[in-house]
């Protein structure tokens, strides 16, 4: 791991910093990414299967790939990165872990204060009434129809074209805007609006670390770029700063 003892010791002195996950934060946890060769977008194509205008063509087809991809995320684990972001969150008082991740392994792995910027693959919501179902809808009522209304029943996640949750995304810039450092994990960073989240720390005098198995985007904007398994990565990155925080006595 090469980071600079001056970097280092900034990042284990910060009070507020946020974090920035991506599909290749569960990728050892077996959940597909999306971009890359074996990425689920390398045989499907996302305006197929991961719009409004497929789900209102075939929601049967769409209903189905999600129950699948929710199966693969239950039956997942959260790896030592997401572990070791739950060890990040009770170093420092003022933490967020923003992901765009939709397969709920960080709120597994026991983090708290979680921005989930696309939303969440549990939860489902009628687009004629707005009733919201969670878990597995067609499991619970039989039909991906609402009982209410007859309206069809779609999974509360963001689409392309789609606006972000307002609340998350404020929550996200808001913490961007503040933090004096930021960890971009396992994210392609080219989906906006939260690929802006690391340039807004940045313009605002933070720290950008990233780590990821190949360059992004972004790599040329860090101040620290790690390239490996974040299951490897990011349990070292947290040592070094306990051990840090530990020899300048600071407990949160
Ligand atoms: C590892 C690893 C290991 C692997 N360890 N690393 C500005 C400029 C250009 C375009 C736009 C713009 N603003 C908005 C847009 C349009 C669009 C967009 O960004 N398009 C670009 C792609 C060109 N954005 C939107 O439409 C967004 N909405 C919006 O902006 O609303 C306002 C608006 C409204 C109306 C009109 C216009 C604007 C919404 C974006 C929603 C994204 N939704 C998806 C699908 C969710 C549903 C589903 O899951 O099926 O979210 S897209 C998909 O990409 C998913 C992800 O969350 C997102 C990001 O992907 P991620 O997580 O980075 O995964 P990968 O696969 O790309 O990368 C994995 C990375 O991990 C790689 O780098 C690997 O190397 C690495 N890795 N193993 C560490 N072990
Ligand atoms: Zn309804």
Excluded at 40 to 67: C, G, H, I, Q, R
Excluded at 119 to 124: L, R, S, T
Excluded at 168 to 175: F, I, K, R, V, Y
Aim: charged share 25%; aromatic share 8%; glycine share 10%.
């Amino acid at each position: 791991m090469i980071i600079s003892d001056e970097l280092l010791q900034k990042l284990s002195l910060a009070k507020h910093v946020m974090v920035l996950t991506g599909a290749g934060i569960s990728a050892e946890s077996g959940v597909p990414t999306f971009r890359g060769t074996n990425g689920l977008w390398s045989k499907l194509s996302p305006e197929e299967l991961a719009s409004f205008d497929a789900f209102l063509k075939n929601p049967e087809l769409v209903t189905e790939w999600y129950k699948q991809r929710r199966e693969i995320a239950r039956d997942a684990r959260p790896n030592t990165a997401h572990l070791a972001l739950v060890e990040m969150e009770s170093m420092f008082p003022d933490f967020t872990l923003v992901t765009q991740n939709i397969d709920n392994l960080h709120r597994r792995a026991g983090s708290k204060n979680i921005v989930e910027l696309h939303g969440n693959m549990e939860k489902n919501y009628c687009i004629g009434c707005g009733k919201r179902y969670d878990g597995d809808v067609f499991e619970m009522i039989g039909s991906f129809r609402c009982e209410k209304c007859g309206g069809l029943i779609r999974p509360d996640i963001v689409w392309f074209g789609e606006m972000l949750p307002p609340d998350a995304w404020d929550s996200a810039e808001g913490a961007a805007r503040g933090a004096e450092a930021i960890f971009v994990v396992g994210t392609s960073a080219v989906v906006y609006p939260a690929a802006e989240l690391p340039l807004t720390v940045k313009r605002n005098g933070g720290k950008l670390v990233e780590v990821n198995i190949e360059a992004t985007p972004l790599s040329g904007s860090a101040d620290a770029s790690f390239i490996g398994p974040a299951s490897m990565i990011l349990p070292e990155i947290v040592n070094k700063i306990r051990e840090l925080r530990g020899a300048a006595g600071r407990t949160t």
